[in-house]
């Protein structure tokens, strides 16, 4: 087993994802679909409205950085998960038996992963822009894309252990419906929690939420305003919860048996 | 050389043991067959031995190298082609075995030279570039062949090759297997619970049951165990005359099933006028009686005392596929 083996691995488990994601029509439109009606209904909707603690704001911008979050993180979800569609289909099998170490398969499944939520996060973005969103300067755009890449591996790494602990679908809505929309909505996506009156525990709570930082750290690099920590700050969280979400989804690839 | 040992190999799943302390050892180059009904532990066996299972106990070596210890070594070595398929539909056939050919660290010309080789070989080639979703059951289980042929393993293993295609289609993979075992001296590590998959391809058979080998031994040995040949006689009193009929030295073995007896004899057509002979002497009426050469069905028959086909619950996936093989 040489580098060359490994390196190869890597790349074709990447073409895979890319193959299936271009050939996937309506993987591709329902990912779009949803977060552009949130920005659309939403950002119109609420344009004029005052967020408390920041005055008047235009509010596609506050929202569209949690948008793009959205799409980010469900597309690396899936990614993670359809390890069961492998499984199910047998083609599991086939890359397990492969002489290829467990880390380059993980990590040719996840760069694809983090790719397809790259372009799908870049189109929603595209949308904010057409939508009217003011965007921050050249190295915030780059600081995005390493927000949008963290992001992206550590819902790939989550995705990873779902589908290595799930034996079918039966538990894939629940998980989805218990784990991201709570996530979600204690994300500060929609409003700034920290600034309106809901009960001290909530506002406590969002600090323990990974999501919280990620949309935070966006629209700290990609807006540069409405953010309550740094952006490095965040990035480090979101780099550390990455890492460990990669780490948890390797082990537990590695030891499941087909 | 031994290419593939095991010692007391042994798989439990929630206290069900559905291997039970399995020792055999295959030679380089050989065919081994293993024949037993479904649900026998002979997919669980394969499934440990190419590192996709972790044994409860016991070890294995492949080509020398430990399955536990060494997987890596292990799955250099070897060839799989999976039982249920193992394919990714979303993808065309040739993209399967591109994908497969890179796994395996094949390089630029050698990939083209394989991909196309094995295409040719199952005569895929006008298919390649069609969804594996849009192939059919058969031709997706001649890419499947095709895949575990790529790499010139060391050890190829084919789980239930055949099931569920029809005659012609076996007789192809059965001609294209003993041409692989014999050029490129491949060992083949097969699993079948067809009896005439056995007998025609393997050089030694291991029949096991219920988690256990009963028996190892070349096709021939097998059934000369049996008989040279075997007389399959149904009357109405069974255990009388199987009684009367263990006194006859020239009988090699006598066997008393639920609805009948087998005997192992030489010159069988001549035995049969014997026997009523002896039935009519005991005032015993046969219903039924032929004389055959045996088979392996005989040796299974003979070993368990059950037919392969009176199994009881068994995986529909099989029974799907049988059902699509009598249309």
């Known amino acids: 087993m040489t580098w060359f083996t490994e390196i190869q691995a890597i790349y074709v488990m990447w073409l895979r994802e890319m193959k299936r994601f271009i050939r996937s029509k309506g993987r591709l439109v329902s990912s779009i679909v949803q977060p552009l009606f949130f920005l659309v209904i939403l950002g119109f909707g609420f344009r004029a409205i005052t967020i408390p603690g920041f005055g008047d704001i235009d509010y596609i911008d506050f929202l569209t950085p949690g948008i793009i979050a959205m799409a980010i993180i469900f597309s690396s979800m899936f990614t993670g998960i359809s390890v069961l569609w492998d499984k199910q289909f047998g083609f599991l099998q086939e890359v397990l038996v492969a002489p290829v170490r467990r880390f380059s398969i993980i990590l040719g499944r996840t760069l694809g992963g983090a790719t397809t939520a790259l372009i799908q996060g870049f189109i929603i973005l595209l949308i904010g822009l057409v939508l009217g969103v003011h965007i921050s300067d050249i190295p915030g755009i780059l600081l995005t894309l390493v927000f949008m890449i963290s992001i992206a591996f550590s819902w790939v790494g989550l995705g990873l252990v779902i589908a290595s602990k799930m034996e079918d679908f039966q538990g894939f809505q629940l998980i989805m419906n218990l784990i991201i929309m709570p996530l979600f909505f204690s994300s500060s996506t929609f409003f700034p929690l920290q600034n309106v009156d809901i009960p001290e525990i909530f506002r406590q709570i969002i600090y323990f939420n990974p999501m919280f930082y990620m949309v935070d750290g966006l629209r700290g690099s990609l807006i540069g305003n409405y953010n309550i920590n740094s952006p490095i700050y965040d990035l480090g969280i979101v780099m550390v919860f990455a890492v460990v979400m990669m780490a948890l989804g390797s082990y537990f690839f590695s030891r499941s048996e087909a | ?327």
């Open chain 2, 1 to 327: 050389m031994d290419i593939i040992t095991t010692h007391e190999l042994t798989k439990k799943f929630n206290g069900f043991t559905a291997v039970d302390t399995i020792s055999i050892n295959i030679k380089k180059g050989e065919i081994f067959g293993f024949l037993g009904p479904n649900g026998a532990g002979k997919t669980t066996t394969i499934k440990m031995l190419t590192t996709l299972l972790y044994p409860t106990k016991g070890s294995a070596t492949i080509a020398q190298y430990d399955i536990l210890k060494q997987r890596d070594k292990v799955r250099q070595n070897i060839g799989v082609v999976f039982q249920e398929p193992a394919l990714d539909t979303e993808l065309t056939g040739r993209e399967n075995l591109d994908f497969h050919a890179r796994m395996y660290g094949l390089g630029r010309e050698q990939r083209k030279q394989r991909v196309d080789d094995v295409l040719t070989l199952v005569d895929l080639e006008e298919k390649q570039d069609v969804l594996v979703k849009n192939y059919s059951g058969l031709m997706k289980r001649r890419l499947e062949i095709a895949r575990g042929l790529m790499h010139y393993p060391t050890v190829l293993f084919l789980d239930e090759p055949t099931l569920g295609l029809d005659a012609q289609t076996r007789r192809a993979i059965w001609a294209y297997i003993k041409k692989m075992n014999k050029e490129e001296s491949t060992t083949i590590f097969l699993t079948t619970h067809y009896m005439d998959e056995a007998d025609h391809l393997c050089d030694r058979v291991g029949i096991i049951d219920r988690g256990k080998i009963l028996v190892i031994d070349s096709t021939k040995n097998l059934k000369n165990s049996v008989g040279h040949d075997v007389i399959t006689l149904s009357c109405d009193d069974l255990s009388t005359l199987h009684d009367r009929l263990l006194q006859e030295s020239w009988i090699q073995n006598v066997k008393k099933h639920d609805n009948s007896l087998t005997l192992g004899v030489e010159k069988g057509d001549e035995k049969i006028p014997i026997i009523i002979e002896i039935a009519q002497s005991l005032k015993l009426k046969i219903k039924s009686i032929d004389v055959r050469k045996p088979t392996l069905d005989d040796v299974f028959l003979h070993y368990t005392g059950r037919m392969m086909r009176d199994e009881e619950p068994e995986n529909p996936m099989k029974q799907h596929a049988r059902m699509y093989n009598r249309r």
